[in-house]
């Protein structure tokens, strides 16, 4: 099993940056395809950016691609997830999430807790 716990969230201008990190324990993180996810209130939850257990791969929902990075140091069991030219919209609860690469909830068996990112206008 993976745990997840992120940080690095809170209250940003629109045009901010931010950026988010995801801890994990246990050996078995390089396991794993990593994933970023949001959900904003009353809304389902949103794919962001995925990352494959190297980190050669990536991909990235259309609503953050050229502003979201996601990245990973497997030595150090941490992924981020650099955010850039923030608007209201993104804010939400972020999670990030363990399991198998790609853009699908369901591909994921591992959650944290989540953190907020609020963007004010």
């Known amino acids: 099993q993976v745990q997840l716990v992120e940080s690095g969230g809170g209250l940003v201008q629109a045009g901010g940056s931010l950026r988010l990190s995801c801890a994990a324990s246990g050996r078995t993180f390089r396991s794993y395809a990593m994933g970023w996810f949001r959900q904003a209130p009353g809304k389902e939850r949103e794919s962001l950016a995925t990352?494959?257990?190297?980190?050669?791969?990536?991909g990235y929902a259309d609503s953050v691609k050229g502003r979201f990075t996601i990245s990973r140091d497997n030595a150090k069991n941490t992924v981020y997830l650099q955010m850039n030219s923030l608007k209201p919209e993104d804010t939400a609860v972020y999670y990030c999430?363990?399991?198998?690469?790609?853009?699908?909830?369901?591909?994921?068996?591992?959650w944290g807790q989540g953190t907020q990112v609020t963007v004010s206008s």
């Open positions: 990352i494959s257990w190297s980190g050669g791969g990536t």
């Open positions: 999430a363990a399991g198998r690469w790609g853009l699908r909830v369901e591909a994921y068996n591992y």
